[in-house]
Each structure stands twice: as structure tokens, then as C-alpha cells.
């Protein structure tokens, strides 16, 4: 199959179609389960306020042993670096070049034959306890794609986003985005559903898999800003060449790099999200899920 790099996508001869959805060879799917577990659990103890609360407990059982000296040392580490995450500008660093690597997407390069929006915006759980969609976050990603659905009429419009919990409660992303994209203008009949990856890496398989670009189609991908070079580089890898529509912006630019904040929950939110997606890059590329630690634009 042109532009498959079996690295990344064993799928071809693997893959089953079960009415209607695409589902993986159960090898291949134990693979993704490894992958998503580590994620989850390895993943989640090293994000910095995880990682920061688990510092400050190790350093107050510490305190109570012979070790107490070290522990109040790691005590005072913990506060500062808490600090510095909080208040700083270091949020804002991290951001930036994540944010900034792509640049907004340029209309005159021609009409897109489809337009592919992630997941991440809908709190499964709470939707599911209210029986209603809850957007916590990254609304943008919903969004624009109206706009582009109204501006490009003839483009195909794929959802993606099924469980990300470590424990799956049934609720799927995609059962409650979709009334939201038809609530703004988004007809049923042009959405293409994929309701069953779990991750950036499940989206682009599942999604390929599922619409099948023929070479020379033109694919818009829609995600947060920050989001961006992880999704682009997991799609590259997949074989399947889409463009960057970055929406969902955490900073207004250069100008914030080095602005300090009065508010805590603001600076942890910046930095949590910025560490989160380096230790993604990072780990993807590990894993040759991607060619490159920070991809960026294509060249022409």
C-alpha cells in the first residue's frame, strides 16, 4: 500500500471490518492496550503536578526517619519548583514552541477533499452522568469545523475520539461530539464517525484505515495549537499526509514568553499541558511512532 511504513501501521492484513467499524487484529489491539496502560499510568506519575505532590510526600515520610535532613531539603525543592510552575513564565516557554511551530492554515493553498477533527474536547464521564455533551476544554477543536464545513461544501468531515480512560465506562467521545457538530451546522450525512481510538496515535491509524486517502487529496487535521507537531508527526508516520489547522491557542505569542502570572491555577494549567505533550513527543519518538522529536511544516 503507497506511503505505509510498516513501523507504525502492521495493520493491512491485520485488520477486521465489523459492521461498519474498524477494529483491530486482537494481537495488534493487545499492543495498542500496552501501549495505552503505560500512557496512563507510567505517563500520568511523571506530569509535573503529579509528579510535584509525589516529591512533597516522599519528602514528609522522609521527615520522619533518619533521613529528615533530606527530606526537608526535597521539601524546599518541592516549593520552589512548585513556584517556579505556578508563577513563572515557564509554562509560557514550554508553550511556545509547540504553539508556534505550525503556522495557521493558508485558504489559497486550495479547498481540502476532507477535514479531520480530534477528539479531546467532550468529558466523556460527565456527559454520560448529565446525559448531555460537556465541553471542558479545546471547544476551538468543534468549532472551526464549521466554518470549513460552510466554506468547503464538498469536503469530508471525519470525528475522531473514542475512551481515553484507563477503565472504560462505554461513553465515547464521539457519541456526544457529534450532536455538537450537528448543533452548529454540521449535516449528519456528511460526518464519517470513528468512535473506537483511544490516543493521537489510535486516531491516525483508525482513521486512515477508515477513509482511505488517495494520493493527492488534500486532508485538513483540526486540533489544539500545542497539540499540533505530536499529531502531525504520528499522522506522517502513518502514511496518511494531512495538513495542520491549528486551533485552541494556551498564549498570544513571543510577547507572552516571559509575562509572569498572578494566578496559580493558570501557570500549572500552561505547564502541565506543555510537559504533557513534550513527554508525549518524547516518548513517541522512542518508539517510532514518529520521525522526528518536534515535527514541523512540511517543506515543498
Given at each position: ?62 521527615m520522619?526517619?533518619?533521613?529528615a535532613?533530606?527530606?526537608?531539603k ?57 446525559r ?41 467521545e ?124 512540511a517543506?515543498?
Open positions: 500500500m503507497p506511503g505505509l511504513d510498516r513501523t507504525i501501521d502492521p495493520l493491512p492484513r491485520r485488520f477486521l471490518m465489523t459492521r461498519g467499524q474498524v477494529k483491530p487484529h486482537p494481537i495488534t489491539q493487545a499492543r495498542f492496550l500496552l501501549f495505552f496502560v503505560l500512557s496512563k499510568t507510567l505517563g500520568a506519575a511523571v506530569l509535573p503536578i503529579n509528579l510535584l505532590v509525589e516529591l512533597g510526600i516522599i519528602s514528609v515520610v522522609l520522619a526517619t533518619r533521613f535532613g533530606l527530606g526537608r526535597l521539601a524546599a525543592t518541592t516549593l520552589v519548583l512548585l513556584a517556579l510552575a505556578a508563577f513563572s513564565p515557564l509554562g509560557n516557554l514550554l508553550l511556545y514552541p509547540l504553539e508556534s511551530r505550525f503556522p495557521p492554515w493558508d485558504p489559497a493553498r486550495g479547498a481540502p477533499d476532507g477535514i479531520i477533527v480530534l477528539g479531546g474536547s467532550v468529558d466523556t464521564d460527565l456527559s454520560a452522568a448529565h448531555t455533551p460537556v465541553v471542558t476544554h479545546g471547544a476551538d477543536r468543534l468549532l472551526a469545523p464549521a466554518e470549513l464545513a460552510r466554506r468547503y461544501p464538498n469536503a469530508r468531515i471525519v470525528f475522531t475520539g473514542g475512551s481515553a480512560n484507563l477503565i472504560s465506562t462505554g461513553a465515547r464521539a457519541d456526544y461530539s457529534v450532536p455538537i457538530l450537528e448543533s452548529i451546522g454540521i449535516p449528519r450525512e456528511r460526518l464519517i464517525v470513528e468512535r473506537d481510538s483511544r490516543n493521537t496515535y489510535e486516531n491516525a491509524i483508525f482513521t486512515k484505515r477508515l477513509v482511505a486517502p488517495k494520493p493527492g487529496q488534500r486532508w485538513l487535521l483540526v486540533t489544539s495549537a500545542y497539540h499540533m507537531p505530536r499529531s502531525i508527526g504520528i499522522f506522517r508516520k502513518a502514511g496518511f499526509d494531512v495538513q495542520a489547522y491549528p486551533v485552541d491557542w494556551r498564549m498570544g505569542g513571543r510577547d507572552d514568553l516571559f509575562s509572569f502570572t498572578n494566578v496559580s491555577a493558570d501557570g500549572l494549567g500552561r505547564t502541565e499541558v506543555a510537559m504533557r505533550e513534550w513527554i508525549g513527543l518524547v516518548a513517541y519518538r522512542l518508539m517510532g511512532r514518529t520521525s522526528e522529536l518536534l515535527p514541523g511544516p517543506k515543498d
